[in-house]
């Protein structure tokens, strides 16, 4: 059994930069590939960033690459995403996702086992 808990949220202007954490409980972190989400409001959950277990890999969809970076500290079961050049249509409830797998990248939602809460991020123009 994993939690996770997402921090790091907030208000910020176009053009600024957050930095989201994903914090982990439960054995066993770095063993599990993680992926970020966000959902607006009236819309589908959708993928924004996602890494391997070790770190090796990561991907990211078109509208965000190149501004949102996703890595992560084994040693301290965390995840961050820096998110730069923040735009309105940013704004969303972000979430963090894990599942135990050695493999690449997983983009779809109903491919995680465990959620956080999510973090509110308002991009104000």
């Known amino acids: 059994q994993v939690q996770l808990v997402e921090s790091g949220g907030g208000l910020v202007q176009a053009g600024g930069s957050l930095r989201l954490s994903c914090a982990a409980s439960?054995?066993?972190?770095?063993?599990?590939?993680v992926g970020w989400f966000r959902q607006a409001a009236g819309k589908e959950r959708e993928f924004v960033a996602g890494i391997t277990y070790n770190g090796g890999s990561t991907d990211y969809p078109d509208s965000v690459k190149g501004r949102f970076t996703i890595s992560r500290e084994n040693a301290k079961n965390t995840v961050y995403l820096q998110m730069n050049s923040l735009k309105p249509e940013d704004t969303a409830v972000y979430y963090c996702?894990?599942?135990?797998?050695?493999?690449?990248?997983?983009?779809?939602?109903?491919?995680?086992?465990?959620w956080g809460q999510g973090t509110q991020v308002i991009v104000s123009s």
């Open positions: 439960g054995r066993g972190f770095s063993t599990y590939a």
């Open positions: 996702a894990t599942k135990r797998w050695y493999g690449s990248v997983r983009y779809g939602p109903e491919e995680y086992d465990y």
